[in-house]
Every structure is written in structure tokens, then in C-alpha cells.
């Protein structure tokens, strides 16, 4: 089960307030403004900006 379409829309780093979207084969979402990379675990966006990784 993927993470629902519906809460993608909703979905926003917490850092910088930009919306987020599916990377890594969905398994992660990026946020293109700052490059914080948030997991995705058991399904759930992990948004907390200390479990972010920051990739170019």
C-alpha cells in the first residue's frame, strides 16, 4: 500500500512550508525548495525535520 494521493496534496516540509513529492520509488518524499528528504516508513511520511536527510 502506497501513501494515499489525497495526503501528497496536503503534505508540506515543515522547514520551509513547500509541498513535497514521491522520490526513491516512493519509499521517500523531497522538498525541492531546501532538499530535505523526508522516509517514508510503513507507509507513513516521517515529517519531522531531525529524520530528514538534505540531498542535492
Given at each position: 500500500?502506497?501513501?494515499?494521493?489525497?495526503?501528497?496534496?496536503?503534505?508540506?516540509?515543515?522547514?520551509c512550508?513547500?509541498?513535497?513529492e514521491?522520490?526513491k520509488?516512493?519509499?521517500?518524499?523531497?522538498?525541492?525548495?531546501?532538499n530535505?528528504?523526508?522516509?517514508?516508513?510503513?507507509?507513513?511520511?516521517?515529517?519531522?525535520?531531525?529524520?530528514?536527510?538534505?540531498?542535492?
Amino acid at each position: 500500500m502506497a501513501v494515499d494521493p489525497e495526503l501528497l496534496e496536503i503534505l508540506a516540509c515543515p522547514n520551509c512550508k513547500t509541498p513535497v513529492e514521491l522520490v526513491k520509488d516512493g519509499t521517500a518524499l523531497k522538498c525541492r525548495q531546501c532538499n530535505r528528504v523526508y522516509p517514508i516508513k510503513d507507509d507513513i511520511p516521517v515529517m519531522l525535520i531531525e529524520e530528514a536527510t538534505v540531498e542535492p
